[in-house]
């Protein structure tokens, strides 16, 4: 049985009052939960991040990370600076990354790979917009996406990974996909990862996307392939991210 994962993506919010307040809440309501919890958040809040969560379950995450080492890369973050702040998730290809900062399938594969080799979690976003589903292409875009990465690292780069499937149409738009729709999307994912290795197929975590909410989170993660939620919005919100655990506890 696969552990849930719930992770808040809170894209470019926050400030250090308001982390401070966000992330002492959710230090103190979150109980006994069995999902694993983590919160990724800008990257210069990183040590208010660590500090404020040390002695917690709750993990630190990154919303991006550099496909380079190091070098002449301005504004760029690598994964070996994201290891020295004792970060455990990377954000990879989300779908802000693609659409506003034109990040291609293949760097994105590069970014999947230099968090695999600091040793991060890479958590790798994937998601059809509403012209590709309407075209009927949506598991076709999602298994090229899959594939730009399984070209990069194999297989075996996707054990300790996590992929997150997030419809564009429905992030940050109040629209959700419906359990049945992400459902069969979190299968077709683990059915193209299953015919190269069974056992990485089974153990990934598949986390889904979209406007998740205290209101909709638990019929989304009563789906067989469903093992989790990457949260926006609702992650700026500690109570309706501390009910989202509870859901999916
Ligand atoms: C996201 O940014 O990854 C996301 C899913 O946002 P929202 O929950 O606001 O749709």
Redesign the pocket.
């Known amino acids: 049985m696969r552990q849930k994962l719930i992770a808040g ?1 809170w ?1 470019m919010h926050g400030s250090l009052a308001e982390n401070q307040t966000r992330l002492t809440q959710l230090v103190s309501g979150l109980g006994d939960t069995s999902a694993q919890v983590a919160v990724c958040v800008p990257a210069p809040y990183f040590t208010q991040c660590k500090s404020v969560l040390a002695g917690s379950a709750i993990q630190c995450g990154s919303q991006n990370i550099s496909e380079y080492e190091q070098g002449a890369y301005t504004g760029e973050i690598s994964a070996s600076m994201l290891k020295e702040f004792d970060v455990q998730y990377a954000l990879v290809g ?1 779908s802000e990354r693609r659409e506003l900062f034109a990040e291609s399938s293949e760097q994105v594969a590069k970014k999947f790979a230099a968090a695999k080799q600091a040793r991060l979690i890479p958590v790798l976003c994937v998601g059809e917009t509403l012209e590709q589903r309407e075209a009927g292409i949506t598991e076709q875009v999602i298994a090229g996406q899959i594939s730009a990465v399984l070209d990069q690292v194999g297989i075996q780069g996707f054990a300790d990974s996590v992929v997150a499937y ?1 419809p564009v149409w ?3 738009t109040g629209k959700t996909a419906s359990p049945e729709q992400a459902q069969a999307v979190h299968k077709a994912i683990r059915v193209q990862l299953n015919a190269l290795n069974s056992e990485i197929a089974q153990k990934i975590q598949i986390l889904y ?4 909410k205290p209101n909709n989170a638990a019929a989304i993660f009563a789906q067989a392939d469903v093992d989790g939620a ?5 992650a700026l919100n500690a109570q309706d991210f501390l009910q989202i655990c509870n859901a999916a506890s």
Request: proline residues 0%; neutral net charge; hydrophobic residues 40%.
């Open positions: 993506n894209k989300h997030e429905a992030i940050g996307g979209g406007s998740v990457l949260v926006g919005g609702a």
